[in-house]
């Protein structure tokens, strides 16, 4: 009995044992179906956020599901403004979601608040005990709220927003479980919320670069100055995602910045704002050209305010715009977007960015200053052609003349100009029996009648030359031209005489008279018009062509390898134009032609010019954008229109596998073919980075080889004979020759 007493308590004993399991089993089957459950709920966040790159469409998803998992009426996720302390609805679920939304919480107001403040979570499951809540909104949105679980979202050390839940469904109370999964929820949303962020701040650093490069990529090639600076100014705002800016160009005459563009300013107070150098945090970068990135402002004695922006302005950049050693300008940028300091990075950004900026500037302003002196001049050449061109002149003073013959009755009649210079007259126009012997000659101002005139600038009438001392007969003796009389009138300009106007030998009884004088003086007055409006047009050509000359040497001048470049494949493609019988209107075309042909090369970055070595593709593709921007450029210029064709195309190929528009043979400008072949042979005979100038014979060679394939046979030709005249002579076959007849 006894041992059967015994086995039935150790049985009894087995069974209380095998319950316990029973229920531990239970238990740890429920834990494993609520750790799955989370589990799931992990992965669905996780597959959601790999496929959402939208912060908003995150958390709402990320409510979703705390509504579901916890069985709630309703729930928020809060952020905090970091700028204004503020803790803001970025999502709201339930029947008053997009009514609570309206609404902003400060730090520590409310149960959200306290929360946000104290990095706690807390459970009130009767708010109406609970002094910290904020029953106004509730009121307001007439929501009825009866229990609150919130907890913190923390990311990287610090609480970054709140989540709440409110409202069971089943009116009960939330439970530690609840607590749990939205800590879980919460945390893993905190993270994905930084993450995010990350995500988009690298997205628009990466816009950022994008756009740098495009930017630099297209405003290198722009013209317009306002455009080129109002795109930086955007660039630099949006790559380090700052909330304003502003861009100074230095007057370097006058020592100032003067503020050009700005976002957040009224244009007419940016207008108004100019800095001196070393004044402010902008003329301190301008005067040391160092960048200088600024946490807090208001703490830099330097500080000032300029555009009148005030306690709005918290975190600066600012970053020199240099070309070389040289300031030219500052670009700044204010306030990074969401509160916090610009960061080193930042920084490299801009910098980078702003030395390619300070090379766009530097390109539009010397195109805008060329565009505007050869539009003044080109203008005023126009007019010149209209009322003078020399052909007109010439028909003009003719006519004058032959007009003062007429009025004066006179047998004979002559124009003479005075060369200050010398200070000689010369016969420009003489109509009569001996009009081109009289040609020859030359008369000092100051002597003979017409000296007389030019000399005194007063009319002079003689009936009788032989009464009259200043006569000079030994001229009459020469052309065998019997002179008896003279009416002589000065050509006057602004009271500065510019020549004389004769009438000989009056042919009817008596002799000239004053009547006969005032005519003569009225058609000396139009003659003296025409005339120094032809010598203003010529004057004005040589300053157009001394226009185009310093262009061109600025632009040779950017890369020393190909200094004179441009005067040479000139002076080449007229000794060709010379042996193809040119006419003297289209070798004029071809002089300014070739002169500009590299004119496109102002929008080539420097760095790919001086580049010590053959160029990359991308460096090649660049560099043969010039023709088109040359065209570009000069298109707008009425007077070069007729070379834009020749610009364009003077790297065509007469095979047809040139660029830019691959044409072929007739289709290109006769005058681009030329420009092909004297281009060509200055580059074979021009020292490179990475090749030594060929010989001129070896040059030679090469371009007959390329007759019919890269050149015209017929331009070949011409450029063959040209240069077995001596008339062509490679770079290093001008210097030896120099240097030894020196």
């Known amino acids: 009995m006894g041992e059967q007493g015994s086995l039935e308590e150790r049985l009894r004993e087995l069974e209380l044992q095998l319950r316990r399991k029973d229920r531990e089993i239970a238990l740890l089957r429920e834990a494993n179906r609520n750790l799955a459950a989370r589990l799931k709920l992990l992965q669905s966040v996780a597959d959601m956020l790999s496929s959402s790159a939208q912060i908003e469409r995150i958390l709402d998803s990320i409510m979703e599901m705390v509504q579901r998992a916890l069985k709630v009426e309703a729930s928020s996720l809060i952020l905090i403004d970091e700028e204004r302390r503020e803790l803001v609805f970025k999502v709201a679920k339930g029947p008053k979601g997009e009514l609570v939304k309206r609404f902003r919480l400060k730090m520590g107001e409310g149960i959200a608040g306290w929360v946000a403040q104290h990095d706690q979570p807390l459970v009130v499951n009767d708010v109406q005990l609970d002094p910290r809540w904020k029953r106004e909104i509730a009121e307001l949105i007439e929501f009825e709220t009866r229990s609150i679980l919130c907890v913190p979202l923390r990311a990287r050390g610090k609480v970054i927003g709140v989540i709440e839940a409110i409202n069971k469904l089943d009116k009960g109370e939330f439970t530690q479980e609840d607590v749990e999964i939205i800590s879980t929820l919460a945390a893993q949303a905190a993270l994905t919320i930084e993450n995010a962020r990350l995500l988009q701040e690298a997205g628009s650093r990466i816009d950022g670069l994008s756009a740098v490069h495009t930017v630099a990529s297209t405003i290198a090639l722009s013209g317009d100055l306002e455009k080129v600076l109002s795109q930086i100014m955007d660039v630099a705002i949006a790559v380090t995602s700052a909330e304003t800016g502003s861009l100074y160009l230095l007057d370097e005459e006058r020592g100032e910045l003067v503020p050009k563009v700005a976002r957040g300013v009224d244009e007419e107070v940016l207008r108004q704002r100019r800095l001196k150098i070393g004044e402010s945090i902008t003329g301190w970068v301008a005067k040391h050209g160092v960048i200088q990135n600024i946490?807090?402002?208001?703490?830099?004695?330097?500080?000032?305010?300029?555009?009148?922006?005030?306690?709005r302005l918290k975190s600066q950049i600012s970053v020199p715009l240099k070309i070389g050693d040289r300031v030219i300008g500052v670009l700044n940028v204010f306030n990074k977007r969401g509160g916090a300091p610009f960061t080193p990075e930042d920084e490299r950004l801009l910098s980078t960015f702003a030395s390619q900026a300070a090379v766009a500037i530097e390109n539009a302003r010397l195109h805008q200053l060329s565009q505007e002196r050869i539009r003044a001049l080109t203008t005023l050449i126009e007019v010149g052609k209209l009322l003078s061109s020399k052909l007109e002149v010439d028909s003009l003073l003719r006519e004058i003349t032959e007009q003062a013959r007429r009025v004066a009755r006179a047998e004979a009649a002559s124009l003479m100009l005075l060369d200050e210079k010398r200070g000689e007259l010369e016969f420009r126009i003489a109509l009569g029996p001996a009009g081109e012997q009289v040609k020859r000659f030359k008369v000092k101002v100051g002597e003979g009648i017409a000296g007389w005139v030019a000399k005194t600038g007063e009319p002079v009438i003689v009936n009788n030359v032989k009464e009259d001392p200043r006569f000079r007969e030994d001229i009459a003796r020469a052309i065998d031209f019997p002179t008896r009389s003279i009416l002589a009138v000065p050509l006057k300009v602004e009271e500065r005489v510019v020549g004389v106007l004769e009438a000989i030998n009056r042919v009817e009884e008596g002799g000239f008279t004053s009547r006969d004088a005032d005519v003569l003086?009225?058609?000396?007055?139009?003659?003296?018009?025409?005339?120094?409006?032809?010598?203003?047009?010529?004057?004005l050509r040589r300053l157009f062509f001394a226009t185009i000359d310093a262009l061109v040497e600025a632009i040779d001048a950017r890369d020393p390898y190909t200094h004179g470049h441009s005067r040479r494949v000139t002076d080449f493609a007229l000794a060709i134009a010379e042996e193809l019988g040119l006419t003297d209107g289209e070798r004029e075309a071809l002089q300014i032609a070739a002169l500009l042909h590299d004119v496109g090369k102002i929008g080539i970055n420097d760095e790919v010019l001086r580049k010590p070595g053959r160029l990359s593709p991308e460096e090649r593709k660049e560099v043969e954008k010039h023709p088109v921007v040359g065209a570009r450029i000069i298109s707008t210029i009425e007077l070069l229109k007729e070379i834009v064709p020749v610009v364009l195309h003077h790297h065509e190929r007469f095979d047809g596998r040139g660029y830019p528009e691959r044409k072929r043979m007739d289709e290109i400008p006769l005058l681009a073919r030329i420009i092909a072949v004297a281009d060509a042979f200055d580059a074979m005979t021009s020292d490179r980075p990475y090749r030594d100038a060929l010989p001129d014979e070896k040059a030679v060679e090469e371009i007959k080889r390329q007759a019919g394939r890269q050149f015209d046979p017929k331009i070949v030709e011409a450029f063959v004979s040209a240069w077995e005249k001596g008339r062509i002579r490679g770079a290093k076959s001008l210097k030896g020759s120099e240097e030894g007849g020196g």
């Open 295 to 311: 946490p807090d402002v208001h703490s830099d004695p330097r500080f000032k305010d300029p555009l009148g922006r005030g306690e």
């Open 521 to 539: 003086m009225a058609l000396g007055g139009q003659a003296a018009v025409a005339i120094q409006n032809a010598r203003l047009y010529e004057n």
